[in-house]
């Protein structure tokens, strides 16, 4: 790799028509005396690595290194064109019919002015050719182009094509929205009633037990969820039109670039609610009617790090200890994005967390300080990864290790050996059950042989709702219930009670309140070590990890359902979504059925979950794999209704 990276980025030259050479944007940057050499090299580096190539003034100015008028202007002596800001802007666009806003709103291009033989622009890319030839077959004319400010063009087309007159509105909602004054924005977001809405917003969060609140804009309106106990769930938004100062608001308190608007930004800071102290990870992301939200609660010291409130049973608790109590080796806890791994690994590490032991952590995002422990925090930006942040900390001497997450082959590989040279590892995997983390970890490179000698155990983890003990219900389950899931396995009683959620103030109606994990542990037995050398499938493994007495995920489930602690209908939730999509996807059926009743009506979908699942759609298609762990949260009804949206796309 390192034989790729430019060793003199701000030096390299580009060659020019006519055998002329122009001194790269980096080296202007640093000229004018806005970067080093060395961040130079580094957003050159970042460059490389970046799956989708980008050029390196937006890597700077995303990572933050410089402004986009630094960049601007430096891009402006490199190429020896004039800058446009919005000083330079018309009030009134010459030219309106023959070029669609929308290939200038896309292109990031503003008309300045229009002459008898040439049209000068300002262009956030100047060097895009197929943008300038294109306006000169629309305008028959020669384009003069000028180095613009994207954020500024952006702003400039938004005002004068889609809100020309509109700053009068009624609701005053477009007014406050597009405000470009920063200065503005920024005594708008410190008003008494601004940062009272936004403290309630918190506050509300806090006492329904939120983990995470989102804040979204749609097309005149406001939308605020919080997700409890796994599941998103709307809540009062406040007025739409201090949609801007909100997001302004929570973008200072988390020391976030209020004007920047057109990318994402990530921050943090802290609260204390009735004496708590909660950190909260802000993340932003522009979006078509404005920028989404997402603020995610961390509660310091309010967390049960022990196995047993986790919801582990007294058995697995016990096997836990003896595979904790192993002096090297590799325990492994998999589960998709929300299913409690890390705050296994936490109850790991406090139970590990003895004076004689050296403890260190490497984690994205370090989500509980543990007293006695040094853990680190994954920085890609400046490049500390998973991977390098290991490379160190095996040089610390250290006992424990805990990976946050095994990403790639260089992680797994630095695991792996840092467990065959005595030291006991503790990561996460993205698979979603035991056997697959197996597969998952021969496919990412690791031999079988290193397999089988380092790994300890596999735990494999869901979270279910646990039924809200005010005002649970009881019944009698009917007799092929039982039988069909073997439910007498679980209790001496010949008969049967269970348990149903009903609703009630104490729970927010839902008629569950909190959760608790189920679990299935596959222990490194010479049985599956003589499977793993004989690359049998994850199913195999599985199976034969069952006949010698490993209980599954979906059991442990069940214990929980004789016991009243939750419902069969939450465990299916979270252990058979995958199944369940892939079998609706495969029976095709019309759009409404026999009864005339359309999909979303038999499968109770409502109206904001359809257009969620369009959106999510559309992502699927594109690969993500963000939209495919949320989807592990959707109840199961809304998933066959994709299966059959998928199905007819
Ligand atoms: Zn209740």
């Not at 796994?230 to 739409?240: H, I, S, Y």
């Not at 109590?325 to 998709?336: Q, W």
């Not at 994205?364 to 680190?376: A, C, L, R, S, T």
Request: charged fraction near 25%; include cysteine.
């Amino acid at each position: 790799m390192a034989n790729m990276i430019p060793q003199h980025a701000a030096q390299e030259a580009i060659p020019m028509p006519g055998g002329r050479t122009r001194k790269a944007l980096g080296g202007y940057l640093v000229d004018a005396g806005k970067l080093t050499l060395a961040n130079v090299e580094r957003a050159c580096r970042l460059q490389h690595e970046q799956a989708q190539w980008e050029p390196i003034g937006t890597i700077l100015i995303k990572i933050g290194l410089v402004s986009e008028r630094d960049v601007a202007e430096s891009l402006s002596a490199q190429l020896d064109l004039p800058l446009a800001d919005r000083m330079d802007f018309p009030d009134e666009l010459p030219i309106d019919t023959r070029i669609s806003h929308k290939f200038l709103k896309h292109s990031r291009t503003l008309i300045l002015d229009e002459e008898d033989d040439q049209v000068s622009v300002a262009m956030a890319d100047p060097l895009d050719q197929y943008v300038k030839e294109a306006l000169a077959l629309f305008t028959g004319k020669q384009i003069r182009p000028r180095v613009g400010i994207a954020s500024e063009i952006d702003i400039g087309l938004e005002q004068r094509y889609d809100l020309k007159g509109d700053s009068d509105d009624a609701s005053g909602i477009d007014a406050i929205q597009f405000l470009d004054d920063v200065e503005q924005l920024k005594e708008l977001a410190s008003e008494a009633p601004v940062v009272k809405l936004v403290n309630q917003l918190i506050h509300q969060a806090v006492e329904s037990g939120a983990s995470d609140i989102h804040i979204e804009p749609f097309e005149g309106i406001l939308k605020v969820r919080y997700r409890v106990d796994g599941l998103l769930r709307e809540v009062d938004a406040p007025p739409t039109r201090s949609t801007a100062a909100v997001i302004s608001r929570i973008k200072i308190m988390a020391n976030l670039d209020i004007a920047e608007r057109r990318l994402s930004q990530d921050g943090r800071f802290k609260v204390r609610v009735r004496g708590k102290e909660i950190d909260l990870r802000v993340s932003t992301v522009p979006t078509m009617y404005g920028e989404s939200v997402v603020l995610r609660l961390l509660h310091r010291d309010n967390v049960a790090l022990d196995f047993g409130p986790l919801g582990f049973s007294r058995e697995l608790e016990q096997f836990m200890y003896d595979i904790l109590a192993r002096p090297h080796g590799i325990l492994l806890v998999t589960g998709p994005t929300g299913s409690g791994k890390s705050t296994t690994l936490y109850a790991a590490l406090k139970h590990l967390n003895t004076p004689e032991r050296k403890i260190l952590t490497v984690e994205d995002p370090v989500e509980y300080n543990i007293e006695g422990v040094n853990q680190m925090q994954v920085k890609p930006q400046i490049g500390l990864t998973f991977a390098s942040a290991l490379r160190s900390i095996v040089r610390q001497d250290p006992d424990v290790i805990m990976i946050g997450e095994m990403r790639d082959k260089e992680t797994a590989a630095i695991a792996v050996q840092s467990a065959l040279t005595g030291h006991l590892v503790l990561s996460t995997l993205h698979t979603n059950d035991a056997a697959g983390s197996i597969t998952r970890l021969m496919d990412m490179g690791i031999e079988d042989y290193l397999l089988t000698s380092t790994v300890n155990a596999i735990l494999a983890q869901r979270l279910v709702r646990s039924l809200c003990p005010h005002c649970r219900e009881a019944y009698a389950p009917m007799d092929e219930v039982v039988l069909r899931w073997g439910l007498k396995r679980f209790t001496q009683d010949q008969t049967i009670t269970l348990y149903r959620e009903a609703g009630c103030e104490h729970c927010g109606h839902s008629g569950y309140s909190g959760r608790s994990a189920i679990v299935e542990l596959l222990v490194m037995t010479e049985t599956i070590k003589q499977l793993i050398l004989n690359h049998s499938d994850a199913g195999e493994i599985s199976r034969v990890a069952a006949e010698g007495g490993m209980r599954t995920m979906f059991e442990d489930g069940l214990r929980k359902v004789v016991t009243g602690d939750t419902t069969i209908e939450e465990v299916l939730r979270v252990t058979q979504e995958q199944s369940q999509l892939q079998m609706t996807s495969r029976q095709h059926s019309p759009a409404k059925s026999a009864d005339g009743k359309s999909d979303a009506e038999r499968f109770g979908v409502t109206a904001v979950q359809k257009r969620g699942l369009k959106a999510l759609l559309a992502a699927m298609a594109t690969g993500s794999r963000r939209c495919l762990t949320t989807l592990l949260h959707w109840p199961g009804s809304v998933m066959a209704f994709l299966g059959k949206l998928w199905m007819r796309r």
